[in-house]
């Protein structure tokens, strides 16, 4: 199988498959477009569950030290199975991973002394607390810490100094996941944004120079959903972090690299800023109708609520009507400074305008999963572009 690979002025690199002849070698692979170091090396790794379901294909990816890289792909793209097989829960059914000059198949056990991963689901003991759950992984991951040096890392001294060097460069602290007013709550209690700082703090535990992330801010609200981008960000320096998330913002706020996956084939290849470029359709719009409004109003409440946004931002358009929302498309290059208008004018005219509520959201990767595949049959030739639904 040829694997053949596009550029674009925007920096993106997308890849594509002949059928019929071999794939390219590790030395010409995506993972060597751009960055430093590699830290994970994904070499031709294919894996294949029973029944002779494919998950991955083929895969040639490196991660690289220093820097954050988004795995981006829609449910069952494949991104899960790579995190699975970087943790050493499945082997590849055929390839070959390496972390941090170590092969995962033979070296495992030395792998997994670096290696620190926060999971979907909050892996979490209710009847212990924050505290507690630290000290616990941190005796797990480096058992030969002592005692003090445990209670070191845990509590952050404010003087650094005062710590071992050997563990200043590794401290994963109550402190730095902003949880030391919190170290005394049992798990239980915490809220949901609250169990996330700990499961990531839990993975920065020890001396993890890998640390893997499966969606680390699924299930949070946005202002804990940035609290966790903040303690990412500051854990990058002498690590390869890699993480997997839907939200293309986030994508961009947190990595220096993305990699697209679609049905287990690396697809795209970028920094964020060439991907959002390419991907991004603007702000998305969702106001939500009044459930007792009659269906014979209905049309004129549409093009009222039409009216008036577009007095504000004329670009905007009607993109979905159904059940009970309106979803309109605010194209990216609309002018910022009209917004505060819009939610004046939206707020005041609620009742009028038969509506309960609104909202605005960025581009979701979910919302433009088909557009890789139209621009990479484009770029292809591969005749007519359709979408393909996730």
């Not at 751009?34 to 830290?39: H, S, V």
């Not at 994963?172 to 499961?199: F, I, N």
Request: charged content about 20%; hydrophobic content about 35%.
């Amino acid at each position: 199988m040829e694997k053949r690979r596009c550029s674009l002025s925007s920096g993106l690199s997308f890849f594509n498959e002949d059928f019929g002849s071999k794939g390219f070698s590790q030395q010409n692979g995506p993972g060597e477009l751009q960055g430093g170091t590699p830290g994970v090396a994904l070499i031709s790794v294919t894996k294949e569950y029973e029944g002779h379901k494919v998950a991955v294909q083929e895969l040639t990816l490196n991660f690289h030290r220093d820097q954050i890289t988004a795995l981006l792909g829609t449910n069952g793209a494949g991104k899960t199975t790579i995190i699975s097989m970087l943790m050493g829960l499945y082997p590849p059914t055929s390839g070959t991973i390496i972390v941090n000059g170590k092969n995962l198949q033979t070296d495992l056990s030395k792998v997994r002394e670096e290696l620190g991963v926060c999971l979907q689901q909050d892996v979490l003991l209710d009847n212990l607390t924050v505290r507690e759950h630290l000290m616990l992984f941190a005796s797990i991951k480096a058992p030969w810490w002592t005692r003090k040096e445990l209670c070191q890392q845990v509590n952050k001294l404010v003087n650094s100094s005062l710590i071992p060097s050997a563990f200043v460069q590794s401290c994963r602290t109550l402190d730095e996941v902003e949880l030391t007013q919190h170290q005394h709550k049992l798990a239980g209690v915490l809220s949901g944004g609250m169990k996330r700082k700990l499961s990531i703090g839990i993975a920065f535990m020890g001396m993890s120079k890998t640390v893997v992330l499966d969606e680390p801010s699924s299930g949070v609200d946005p202002c804990s959903r940035r609290s966790l981008w903040d303690i990412l960000l500051k854990y990058r320096e002498g690590r390869t972090i890699i993480f997997t998330t839907h939200h293309l913002d986030e994508a961009e706020m947190l990595s220096d690299h993305v990699a697209i996956l679609q049905q287990g084939r690396l697809r795209c290849y970028s920094p964020p800023t060439g991907l959002k470029e390419t991907y991004d359709q603007g702000l998305t719009l969702t106001l939500t109708k009044q459930p007792s409004v009659l269906e014979t109003q209905e049309p004129k409440d549409v093009a009222r609520v039409t009216s008036l946004i577009q007095v504000y931002i004329p670009q905007a358009f009607l993109k979905d009507s159904c059940g009970g929302e309106l979803t309109y498309t605010i194209p990216k290059d609309a002018d910022k400074t009209c917004f505060k208008g819009l939610c004046q004018a939206l707020d005041q005219n609620l009742q009028h305008l038969h509506l309960t509520g609104y909202g605005i959201s960025d581009t979701t990767l979910e919302e433009n999963s088909g557009k890789l595949l139209v621009l990479e049959r484009i770029l292809y030739g591969q005749g007519r572009a359709t979408e393909v639904p996730s």
